[in-house]
């Protein structure tokens, strides 16, 4: 089984891509969802993310996610940190994942920050969804509903796009002038015979 990784910054359409991945039958991990949700319910991984951040990283048991982004978003550093905590949770979940669709010809795993981590080592083959900075910054602020200057410091703490564009495999071009449906199916096809 190949095990595609699916990544870019945020808001360059991963999740788009992904879902006519999965229209197309492919089995699709969200890695940073699957996090959300392992912080969430896994007391292990809270009582490490406490340790590391303050108990005010979490507020009667639920995670404190703006106290958090607070502090990663501003330091690099603490982003590590965070980072280095949860992502041996969500590797561990990706393998399961992976047994559980070992009979697939390929899986797919989606991840804002694979290319920074060692979460790149945990796929075969990798895909970045490029899109320009100005529709990345629209799509943002539409569905997040924050300001230019907290989707910028967002986009500060990630790899820079022409780091991702030099470790990427494939590219798929996110610009409103390039058809997702057709590069999507190219790569099926290409996943098929590999």
Same mark, same amino acid.
């Given at each position: ?8 910054g945020?808001?360059?359409g991963?999740?788009t891509v ?6 197309l039958g ?10 959300k ?5 896994n007391l ?10 303050g108990h005010?990283s ?5 995670y404190n996610?703006?106290?958090?982004a607070?502090?990663?978003? =501003?330091d690099k550093? +603490?982003l *590590? $940190?965070?980072?280095?905590? &949860? ?6 979940d ?24 060692e ?5 075969d083959?990798?895909?970045?969804v490029?899109?320009?900075?100005e ?7 539409e569905?997040d ?8 410091a967002?986009?500060?703490a990630?790899? =820079?796009?022409?780091e +991702?564009? *030099? $470790?990427?495999d494939s590219v &798929?071009?996110?610009?409103?002038k ?8 190219t790569?099926?096809?290409k996943f098929?015979?590999?």
């Amino acid at each position: 089984m190949l095990r595609v990784g699916i990544t870019g910054g945020i808001g360059s359409g991963k999740t788009t891509v992904c879902s006519i991945f999965e229209k197309l039958g492919a089995p699709v991990y969200y890695a940073d969802l699957k996090a959300k949700e392992l912080v969430n319910t896994n007391l292990e991984l809270q009582n490490k993310i406490t340790l590391a951040f303050g108990h005010n990283s979490f507020i009667e048991g639920a995670y404190n996610r703006a106290f958090i982004a607070s502090i990663v978003f =501003s330091d690099k550093e +603490k982003l *590590k $940190l965070l980072n280095s905590i &949860i992502h041996p949770f969500v590797l561990n979940d990706w393998g399961k994942f992976c047994q559980q669709y070992a009979n697939k010809t390929y899986v797919l795993k989606e991840a804002a920050i694979m290319l920074e981590t060692e979460s790149k080592n945990s796929v075969d083959y990798i895909v970045l969804v490029h899109s320009p900075m100005e529709l990345r910054v629209q799509r943002i602020q539409e569905r997040d509903g924050v300001s230019k200057s907290e989707i910028e410091a967002r986009i500060n703490a990630q790899m =820079s796009e022409d780091e +991702k564009l *030099k $470790l990427a495999d494939s590219v &798929i071009r996110n610009d409103q002038k390039h058809s997702l449906i057709e590069q999507v199916l190219t790569l099926h096809q290409k996943f098929i015979l590999l």
